[in-house]
């Protein structure tokens, strides 16, 4: 039986929780919990975090980073993937490299402990990738050694074992004691792992298991030095394993007692319990069926499993085995039937929790295409509205601003004017005899006539300036921090190129000009009045003889 367990988490000397009267200070007391394995704790601070008033969106992701976590160790894997996709959305939005890869990270280890090998893959490979881009070296030893345990679960036991080289190799340059701890023990369960499935195929495995071996010598003899006593049982657990499957049954039942006294000493239940499956399949490697079958039938009578269905297989399928081999087989059919009913529990529940993940994983995906929705609703209607405001401001034909953009934008300019006390001009400019035009060379032809009298106007005009087709055949230009003479040349020279356009291009015989009434605005002038003497040079210039530029006084 296997029974190697892989650190998939550094773990601190516990501390002692601090008061935590702000936000921050809760965030950062979920992270100390977290270094010391009292996740409960942190994940009260992280639930804390979230249901306090006014947390911001960036500390609610670092809150259910740290609940992803939290919930995973637990094992509430539907509340750790939860948290960790919605912390990982936003930490993908604001491009924080670092902690989307120790988002990745968790939720490969979370979707790998429920067997969703291709999900779990499908974060282990960002992982990698986001936490070299952002340069973090511990952050690339996590990533490798989730991709490693991620592997090692799809049966890629090749690749577990060189991704775990490669994280070892990494934990040598870190100043960081526990990974290299970490690194080795996992290193040595994928050898495990390698050598198990060499011994399936029938295979070789002897190079594997000597340097699993001697992985797990060092792994607990580190641990031991850095007085790590959880890291120290998972380690010792490991080395029996290997022990077992070398045949070194003294030293296996040696390092077997020493681990159940230290996870006994230290409340490790589980652990505890495990080691006692250990010791029974050390003694059945012996040779000595009957105590090997009465160890394990104790342990089978023992209420503390009831709820460890990994274990009661483990002891059934060996019971069957034993009994099989014994040539006892009515014994061995009563295990074997509660092995396939035990097996297919697992099988239910494990289907039951992956479907969840996976409803809650589409729950998040749903509910961030909501938002996007939304928001793309919210873009559409402003969009919308901003068209309707155009085309309520701007002239269907010429495609410059009406009457009602004048009433809008007018007001701008004669108070960006007087408060910088720069001078502000308005001409009046309409076509001569254009009636003339529409009636020998038709209404297509005089709508041409304005489109092109409006791209004149666009050709001169600043961003300081304002175009206006007033009506019919009727423009209003203004200018902008402009004296009233440079404003009377700039007409000049419009009605130079109004005259002077090749309009037989557009109607055979066809010619056109424009006058042009000008005024300056004057201090506290009313824009009617000011736009009125505008008007009154206009109607001047018609009566001179149309075709110029006529400026008027302050009336």
């Not at 921090?481 to 130079?496: G, I």
């Amino acid at each position: 039986m296997n029974s190697n367990h892989t650190v998939s988490e550094r773990r601190g000397p516990p501390q002692d929780a601090l008061t935590a009267s702000t936000i921050e200070g809760l965030l950062q007391e979920s992270e100390r919990f977290s270094a010391a394995g009292r996740h409960l704790e942190g994940a009260a601070s992280g639930e804390q975090v979230l249901a306090t008033p006014g947390v911001t969106p960036s500390q609610q992701a670092r809150a259910r980073e740290m609940l992803a976590l939290h919930r995973l160790r637990l094992g509430d894997y539907q509340a750790a993937v939860r948290n960790g996709l919605q912390a990982l959305e936003f930490h993908t939005a604001t491009g924080d490299l670092l902690r989307q890869s120790r988002v990745h990270c968790t939720l490969a280890l979370a979707y790998t402990d429920t067997s969703l090998t291709e999900q779990a893959l499908s974060h282990a490979v960002p992982a990698l990738e986001t936490a070299r881009a952002c340069g973090s070296r511990l952050a690339e030893f996590w990533a490798l050694t989730r991709a490693s345990t991620v592997h090692g679960a799809m049966g890629d036991t090749e690749r577990g074992v060189d991704l775990g080289r490669q994280a070892l190799a990494l934990s040598e340059t870190l100043d960081d004691t526990d990974s290299r701890l970490v690194a080795v023990n996992n290193l040595g369960d994928s050898c495990l792992e390698t050598a198990l499935a060499q011994r399936a195929a029938e295979l070789d495995a002897s190079l594997a298991l000597q340097e699993g071996l001697v992985l797990f010598r060092e792994a607990v003899a580190l641990a031991n030095a850095q007085g790590n006593n959880f890291i120290e049982t998972i380690a010792l657990t490991n080395l029996v394993s290997i022990l077992i499957e070398l045949n070194e049954h003294d030293e296996a039942r040696e390092k077997a007692h020493r681990c159940k006294d230290l996870a006994h000493a230290n409340g490790f239940r589980n652990l505890e319990v495990n080691v006692d499956a250990q010791l029974a399949e050390v003694v059945r490697a012996e040779g000595n069926l009957e105590e090997a079958t009465a160890m394990m039938d104790a342990q089978l009578a023992c209420p503390s499993i009831d709820e460890d269905l990994a274990l009661q297989i483990r002891l059934h399928q060996a019971l069957y085995e034993m009994h099989k081999q014994r040539r006892r087989f009515e014994q061995a059919l009563g295990h074997c039937e509660k092995l396939n009913k035990l097996t297919l529990q697992r099988t239910v529940q494990t289907a039951g929790l992956q479907s969840q993940l996976l409803i809650n994983t589409l729950e998040v995906e749903q509910a961030r295409h909501e938002i996007e929705r939304s928001q793309l609703e919210a873009e559409v209607q402003r969009i919308r509205a901003e068209e309707l405001d155009d085309q309520a401001h701007t002239d269907p034909l010429t495609l410059l601003p009406n009457r009602r953009a004048l009433d809008r934008e007018l007001p701008r300019l004669m108070d960006r004017a007087r408060d910088l006390s720069q001078p502000l001009c308005a001409a009046m400019i309409d076509f001569d005899n254009f009636k003339l035009v529409n009636d020998e060379y038709g209404h297509a032809t005089g709508d041409l006539v304005l489109t092109t009298m409006a791209q004149m106007l666009r050709a001169v005009t600043r961003e300081t300036d304002l175009a206006v087709r007033v009506g019919g055949e009727e423009f209003l230009l203004v200018f902008g921090n402009t004296e009233l003479d440079q404003a009377t040349l700039a007409c000049e020279r419009l009605l130079t190129s109004v005259r002077d356009y090749a309009w037989g291009d557009v109607a055979a015989g066809l010619t056109c000009t424009v006058s042009a009434g000008l005024a300056a605005l004057e201090p506290a002038e009313r824009v009617a009045h000011w736009l009125e003497r505008a008007d009154t040079a206009l109607y001047d210039a018609k009566s001179r003889g149309r075709d110029q530029v006529v400026t008027v006084d302050v009336g």
